[in-house]
């Protein structure tokens, strides 16, 4: 028992030492939504594979959360490695690419304002 004990506990040691950071994107609407993150600002032009983030668009259900880990860095240390620029684009798709629903750029302090979260519409 005493060895389980031990070994929970240093799990949750360890689990505490490496937290998990998140970027958050919400679908608040009534349909599923697909979405695209782009590090090519100022060119707001739907990305080129080699200039999207997360190289695929990716699908959020209605009404549900979606969110992208960055667990090695805080959003802030990667967001200055991965965005140069300070701003991401985010194109939100009623499909999968073929029809924009809006194209959205939040800087660093735009992120941390509203804590790490996206919320669509």
């Known amino acids: 028992m005493r ?3 031990f070994f929970l506990f240093i799990i949750l040691l ?3 030492c490496y937290p998990i ?3 958050y994107i919400v679908n608040n609407s009534n349909k599923p939504i697909y979405f695209l993150i782009s590090k090519d600002y100022p060119n707001t032009d739907v990305p080129s594979h080699s200039s999207k983030i997360f190289h ?3 699908m959020i259900k209605a009404h549900e959360v979606y969110y992208k880990i960055s667990d090695k860095y805080r959003w ?3 967001f200055q490695g991965i965005f140069p ?3 991401l684009i985010i194109f939100f798709f009623e499909d999968k690419g073929h029809t924009i629903l809006e194209r959205r ?3 660093k302090h735009d992120l941390k304002e509203s804590d790490w979260r996206i919320v669509y519409p």
Do not use: F
């Open 14 to 16: 360890l689990k505490a």
């Open 21 to 23: 950071y998140h970027l």
């Open 105 to 107: 750029m939040y800087s």
């Open 76 to 78: 802030e240390e990667t």
């Open 3 to 5: 060895k389980v004990v």
């Open 56 to 58: 695929s668009l990716d």
């Open 85 to 87: 620029k300070d701003t």
